[in-house]
């Protein structure tokens, strides 16, 4: 096992922790949960970025596939102010 500490926030989003967060993750295993934060706000919306911007899957299986491992847009607080950032990360970061 192997633990990689992330400094992350809705206010600090940037594109050397989604790089750092994807090469974290081995390429044959995915976890079901990194634990972030007990609500799955951040882990969520990394993971949503992680399927966006490495694998390049679709908005809709992202979504879903971020879902099951926290992401939760439709939330206030946390949650809210995450799935805003990601926003503007795709928008900052087009691929």
Do not use: C
């Not at 600090?12 to 044959?28: I, Y």
Request: cysteine-free; charged content about 30%; glycine content about 8%.
């Amino acid at each position: 096992m192997k633990y990689v500490g992330l400094e992350v926030s809705p206010q600090t989003l940037t594109n050397a922790t989604v790089r750092e967060f994807s090469r974290a993750r081995p390429r044959h295993v995915r976890p079901t949960r990194v634990p972030l934060r007990r609500d799955g706000s951040l882990a969520g919306g990394l993971w949503y970025l992680h399927f966006r911007t490495v694998e390049q899957i679709s908005d809709e299986v992202a979504r879903i596939r971020a879902g099951s491992l926290g992401l939760r847009e439709d939330r206030d607080g946390t949650h809210r102010d995450m799935w805003l950032a990601v926003q503007k990360y795709l928008t900052d970061n087009p691929r």
